[in-house]
């Protein structure tokens, strides 16, 4: 298994995580239609992308990412795309012959999918009124009696929301929520989506329209590695580069991350690859914490620092954006805040509901946690706090 920092791990590199997997296809398997939530760099991508390599008999999994899309033609234009771009026709090969014969008139519609061209760019011919979403909706009309299963892995959902309400209004962007509400209804138990992204979809829903739109979706979350399999992964990777180490060092390498995500517990590995290989000797507990602290290096900053840019697209509001940054540098400063004391820092600077968005926010976002126990909000991870503290606090 590699060490795949910088992109979503496929096939053999990724850490097949059953229970969450299986749990996945459970839901599936009864047709619901699921938003996987995670903060940033905890697996979501991964997760799909190995659906989509590793489909169970009879399921198709079309992945797609569409954080760029401020139209709603655009968005179903990508949904063609994707479907273009998939291995559609072996897929239906076992489908009805109905379900074939609409499905071929259908593309033979759309210019550039008769035969399926990479990259080709989609358009409807001029003699045709129908539109993209007109079509898709027909799609999944046809399906409906067939046994096989097309699932659409929506990467950057609530982006696309908020992109078409930012561009062109709460009216246009409530209308879109309806839309894919009316095609998930459609769908029954034949096509299923699944929708993620670093923002959260009740959130971005909430403050355009009611979340009645959303209550047809299942929220799952995907949660940090266990320790177990944190060990596993550990293990995994430095035995494919060969890497001796004393006993107990993968636990020491656990307790230091504290937030088991795949990408941290990564990175830290890398940093004590690069130590084995140099100094050509058994790894120690000492070393995992030089690799800990080389993490916080400045030539690191590029894997954190998205953490505080991402700030400006969470609240574009410079006076939320200005309270929300207070008090994530209080609390690196401080460990911990408690409720009350979290609202007289920033709640009386807020109006409205924008203290709540900003408590949600970072939390879902996973900067912040809260301890329900000591009744405090802290760094969800250690790591996140320590380059917080370095680079960010002035």
Same mark, same amino acid.
């Given at each position: 298994?590699?060490?795949?920092?910088?992109?979503?791990?496929?096939?053999? @590199?990724?850490?097949?995580?059953?229970?969450?997997?299986?749990?996945?296809?459970?839901?599936? +398997?009864?047709?619901?239609?699921?938003? =996987?939530?995670?903060?940033?760099?905890?697996?979501?991508?991964?997760?799909?992308?190995?659906?989509?390599?590793?489909?169970?008999?009879?399921? @198709?999994?079309?992945?797609?990412?569409?954080?760029?899309?401020?139209?709603?033609?655009?968005?179903?234009?990508? =949904?063609?795309?994707?479907?273009?771009?998939?291995?559609?026709?072996?897929?239906?090969?076992?489908?009805?012959?109905?379900?074939?014969?609409?499905?071929?008139?259908?593309?033979?519609?759309?210019? %550039?999918? %008769?035969?399926?061209? =990479? %990259?080709?760019?989609?358009?409807?011919?001029?003699?045709e009124k129908s #539109?993209? &979403?007109? !079509?898709f909706?027909?799609?999944?009309k046809?399906?409906?009696?067939?046994? $096989?299963?097309? /699932?659409?892995?929506?990467?950057?959902?609530?982006q /696309?929301?908020?992109?078409?309400? @930012?561009?062109? %209004?709460?009216?246009?962007?409530?209308?879109?929520?309806?839309?894919?509400?009316?095609?998930?209804?459609?769908?029954?138990?034949?096509?299923?989506?699944?929708?993620?992204?670093?923002?959260d979809?009740? #959130?971005?829903?909430? $403050?355009?329209?009611?979340? #009645?739109?959303?209550?047809?979706? *299942?929220?799952?979350?995907?949660?940090?590695?266990?320790?177990?399999?944190?060990?596993e992964?550990?293990?995994?990777?430095?035995?494919?580069? &060969?890497?001796?180490?004393? /006993?107990? /060092?993968i636990?020491?390498?656990?307790?230091?991350?504290?937030?088991?995500?795949?990408?941290?517990?990564?990175?830290?590995?890398?940093e004590?690859?690069? *130590?084995?290989?140099?100094?050509?000797?058994?790894?120690?507990?000492?070393d995992?914490?030089?690799?800990?602290?080389?993490?916080?290096?400045?030539?690191?900053?590029?894997?954190?620092?998205?953490?505080?840019?991402?700030?400006?697209?969470?609240?574009?509001?410079?006076?939320?954006?200005? &309270? #929300?940054?207070?008090?994530?540098?209080?609390?690196?400063?401080?460990? !911990?805040?408690?409720? !009350?004391?979290?609202?007289? =820092?920033?709640? !009386?600077?807020?109006?409205? +509901?924008?203290?709540? $968005?900003?408590?949600?926010?970072?939390?879902?976002?996973?900067?912040?946690?809260?301890?329900?126990?000591?009744?405090?909000?802290?760094?969800?991870?250690?790591?996140?706090?320590?380059?917080w503290?370095?680079?960010?606090?002035?």
């Open positions: 298994m590699k060490n795949i920092t910088t992109q979503p791990a496929r096939k053999e @590199n990724f850490f097949k995580r059953d229970k969450l997997i299986n749990k996945l296809y459970r839901k599936l +398997d009864a047709g619901d239609h699921i938003f =996987l939530a995670a903060p940033r760099r905890v697996g979501k991508t991964s997760i799909m992308r190995y659906l989509e390599d590793h489909p169970r008999e009879s399921y @198709n999994f079309i992945y797609l990412t569409v954080e760029s899309v401020h139209e709603v033609e655009t968005f179903y234009h990508k =949904l063609w795309d994707a479907l273009a771009e998939s291995d559609f026709y072996s897929f239906f090969s076992k489908a009805s012959q109905k379900t074939k014969n609409f499905l071929n008139t259908t593309l033979d519609r759309i210019s %550039g999918i %008769g035969i399926p061209v =990479l %990259g080709s760019v989609i358009e409807l011919n001029p003699s #539109s993209y &979403q007109e !079509e909706d027909n799609v999944i046809s399906f409906k009696k067939d046994k $096989r299963r097309l /699932v659409f892995m929506i990467d950057e959902f609530p /696309v929301v908020e992109n078409i309400n @930012n561009r062109h %209004g709460k009216e246009i962007a409530t209308q879109f929520l309806h839309l894919c509400r009316e095609q998930r209804q459609l769908s029954q138990s034949n096509v299923s989506f699944i929708y993620t992204g670093v923002t979809l009740l #959130s971005v829903v909430r $403050r355009i329209t009611s979340p #009645s739109v959303i209550n047809d979706i *299942i929220t799952l979350e995907v949660p940090p590695l266990s320790e177990e399999e944190a060990k992964m550990a293990t995994m990777i430095l035995k494919n580069y &060969q890497v001796g180490y004393e /006993v107990k /060092v636990d020491h390498l656990i307790e230091k991350i504290d937030w088991l995500i795949p990408f941290h517990l990564q990175l830290c590995i890398q004590i690859i690069d *130590i084995y290989e140099s100094e050509e000797r058994n790894i120690t507990r000492a995992v914490n030089k690799a800990f602290d080389r993490l916080l290096h400045i030539r690191n900053s590029q894997y954190f620092e998205p953490y505080h840019t991402r700030l400006d697209e969470a609240f574009p509001d410079p006076k939320v954006l200005q &309270q #929300s940054i207070e008090l994530l540098n209080y609390i690196a400063m401080n460990d !911990e805040i408690g409720k !009350e004391a979290a609202f007289e =820092l920033i709640g !009386e600077e807020l109006e409205n +509901d924008d203290y709540e $968005r900003v408590i949600e926010t970072l939390q879902f976002d996973g900067y912040l946690k809260y301890d329900e126990e000591c009744e405090v909000y802290q760094f969800t991870s250690r790591l996140i706090k320590m380059w503290q370095k680079f960010v606090v002035k």
